[in-house]
């Protein structure tokens, strides 16, 4: 979806419903079930018609709001034009999940196309002047949260290029929807370009048992080792092979390479000529004028700040590897890119006695999926309950019903392990919008986690644990925002760079050791994580967090980068390679091509400084909760109704000043990416 009207595929909500289909019943055409598109099963024909009428439904409410007579109402104004934002949702989101996650080929090229077109409909309706004359002429609404909405509302509309000619308009659509099937396209060959790297058995020394009882060699003794998550990290971390190393580095960081070139290089073009057209220097000055940030100036004066607090102590990490890897192999001077999360490893396991995969029998999938459900719940006074006997999109989708008391607030989906041709990243999907009284919000997470089959535990790293909680932290705000009066006013239609910040602040709760036993124990013997291998892996979870930053902030820079420079003159290897060279000691591996499958250059365009500011805002919510009692305290309550609740009825900025009772300011992060430094960890102290 575009930048400028809501609806980016990490912001949404969704709904189930008990409503009693409020949409006009002449409206209503039959739908086997109108809230869930996956509902007429994988034939393609099916979804087109599902989608079809929520687009009419929208076009109905369009033509209410501009067909009112009289003096302008919330009733003949907001709500229809709300209406319609609720019926595009639908056909835009659920169009979004089934191009991502589709059962069948078919079912996914019909979905991406129909994404394509419910969007074109988006931005018809942020172009169309007579909605927009009728919304100006409301009066300002004596609710602050719905005065809010009309007055945001409003804004995107200018900033979308309402009040120019028809000509202009007509160009400003056409660019808009070249940039939609340019990013859908972007991100499909992502999904679809699946590598596999090809390798003899003895070369899978250091990986764990379950990962080669996986991985069986054939006949001729070759193992062949694929780009996704469960296959690929597990043996860049452990695996002692080089050759094994740089081959998946290589692999993973040429999907979609050369593929994705000419796509790019369109997107960005298109992009550009979007933003000149508007009145914009560049698409980041665009992309940042409804944001928090506001200006890609004041974005680099608070990057500027957060590169000066990371960068000495993520250089003094690096040189403490460096020193380490020398030690072992007394010939290596300097630390490849692709042999980075090795050594990191190695380190871990040398200065703070904890080895990965130590921790992993803790982290069954099953066992986790019910703590990070527990932990929420009790966090946020809620309960998620499974709820049997849903038809889904595929048969390993687990659905929850999340309840306030005995009220329902909404439903979620979790789809968490790889299939093929499914999306092979990690986030969070709006299905449904909520409306206060009359729709609940639904949501899914779109993982790849291991597991899910029957003979494999699915064991999961620490690092994926976290993962799994961050996402949820996204669900949360989608469905405990997805109860205010209009379907506009939910959580993920706040700023866009707000939106990783509650999901940031969750990963924080698994750093506790009472939180994480609740349900870290030994999938065989029952035992419960120890306390000692605990404090052993959050001071080496510790480690590396300022570089870490510094790789964040590389990421910002290609994202801001490739979209401040004109894109016919920019070489995307030489510009990926000096945003590398600025925020990374280690070496560059030749033949890494990774802006090719950074689908964030379609999803946040320039705006991958999201993450890094958000950090910020969720370590200094974090800082607030009381760490002896980090669930059972005041804190959770205070966060859910002033930060969650909210949704987008008021400013984001405001949001984080209601909880904080200041502005925010770096003072927790940078005790946060310090902690290693205050606290050395020897053996004897690792052990307390
Ligand atoms: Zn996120």
Request: glycine fraction near 8%; charge should be negative.
């Amino acid at each position: 979806m575009s930048a400028r009207f809501p609806a980016l595929r990490w912001l949404l909500p969704a709904v189930s419903l008990w409503v009693p289909a409020l949409a006009c019943a002449a409206l209503a055409r039959a739908l086997p079930d109108e809230l869930h598109a996956w509902a007429g099963g994988d034939d393609p024909a099916m979804l087109a018609g599902w989608v079809q009428e929520h687009m009419r439904r929208a076009d109905a409410a369009i033509a209410r709001l501009t067909g009112a007579k009289g003096p302008r109402t919330l009733d003949n104004t907001l709500r229809p034009y709300d209406d319609a934002i609720n019926e595009l949702t639908f056909a835009v989101q659920q169009s979004q999940v089934l191009y991502g996650v589709g059962a069948t080929k078919e079912l996914r090229d019909k979905a991406q196309a129909l994404t394509q077109t419910a969007n074109a409909a988006l931005t018809e309706l942020s172009l169309n002047q007579a909605v927009y004359r009728g919304l100006s002429g409301l009066p300002a609404p004596a609710d602050a949260g719905t005065r809010h909405y009309l007055e945001h509302t409003l804004l995107e509309y200018r900033l979308a290029g309402v009040d120019k000619d028809d000509a202009t308009r007509a160009r400003i659509k056409a660019l808009q929807d070249q940039i939609t099937q340019l990013g859908l396209a972007f991100e499909r060959a992502v999904h679809d370009d699946v590598r596999t790297v090809v390798i003899e058995r003895a070369q899978l020394d250091g990986l764990p048992p379950d990962y080669l009882a996986a991985h069986p060699a054939d006949a001729q003794g070759h193992v062949k080792i694929t780009t996704d998550p469960p296959d690929a990290w597990p043996a860049q971390k452990f695996g002692n092979n080089a050759e094994l190393r740089q081959k998946l580095y290589l692999a993973v960081n040429s999907v979609a390479y050369p593929a994705n070139t000419a796509t790019l290089r369109a997107l960005l073009q298109a992009r550009a000529d979007l933003a000149q057209l508007l009145g914009y220097r560049s698409w980041a000055d665009f992309a940042m004028a409804d944001q928090m940030i506001g200006s890609p100036a004041r974005l680099a004066a608070y990057l500027a700040k957060v590169d000066a607090a990371s960068r000495d102590p993520g250089a003094r990490e690096d040189a403490a590897l460096v020193a380490f890897a020398h030690e072992r192999d007394p010939a290596l001077t300097r630390i490849s890119a692709a042999d980075l999360r090795y050594w990191q490893e190695q380190y871990r396991r040398a200065k703070f006695s904890f080895d990965s995969q130590s921790v992993r029998p803790y982290f069954p999938y099953a066992a986790v999926e019910r703590g990070v459900i527990a932990t929420a719940a009790r966090l946020f006074h809620i309960d998620i309950r499974p709820v049997a006997g849903v038809r889904t999109w595929h048969p390993s989708v687990t659905t929850y019903d999340v309840y306030d008391g005995g009220t329902r607030l909404g439903r979620i989906y979790l789809d968490m392990h790889p299939r093929e041709g499914k999306d092979k990243w990690f986030s969070t999907q709006l299905l449904t919008a909520g409306i206060g009284g009359r729709q609940l919000p639904e949501g899914a997470l779109v993982c790849n986690f291991p597991g899910g089959n029957g003979a494999d535990p699915g064991l999961l790293q620490y690092s994926d644990v976290v993962i799994f909680l961050h996402e949820f932290g996204h669900l949360m705000h989608h469905v405990i925002g997805g109860q205010n009066r209009y379907a506009g006013e939910g959580g993920f239609n706040v700023e866009g760079d707000f939106v990783e910040a509650p999901s940031q602040m969750l990963e924080e709760f698994f750093h506790d050791y009472g939180v994480l036993t609740s349900f870290a124990h030994h999938y065989q013997s029952g035992a419960v994580l120890p306390q000692e291998l605990y404090a052993r892996m959050t001071r080496a979870d510790a480690y590396g967090r300022a570089s870490g930053q510094q790789r964040q902030l590389m990421y910002t820079a290609i994202s801001l980068d490739f979209h401040s420079q004109p894109p016919q003159q920019l070489d995307f290897d030489s510009a990926y390679q000096k945003a590398f060279a600025r925020y990374n000691t280690v070496a560059f591996a030749p033949g890494d091509h990774l802006w090719a499958s950074f689908t964030h250059l379609n999803g946040y365009s320039s705006n991958y400084y999201t993450y890094v500011i958000d950090k910020i805002i969720a370590l200094d919510f974090f800082a607030q909760f009381d760490g002896r009692d980090l669930l059972g305290g005041p804190a959770g309550m205070r966060y859910r109704h002033t930060v969650l609740a909210p949704g987008a009825t008021a400013p984001a900025a405001q949001l984080v000043r209601d909880f904080l009772g200041r502005e925010p300011n770096l003072d927790a992060y940078k005790r946060w990416m310090l902690a290693e430094f205050e606290a050395p960890a020897t053996a004897s102290s690792a052990a307390r």
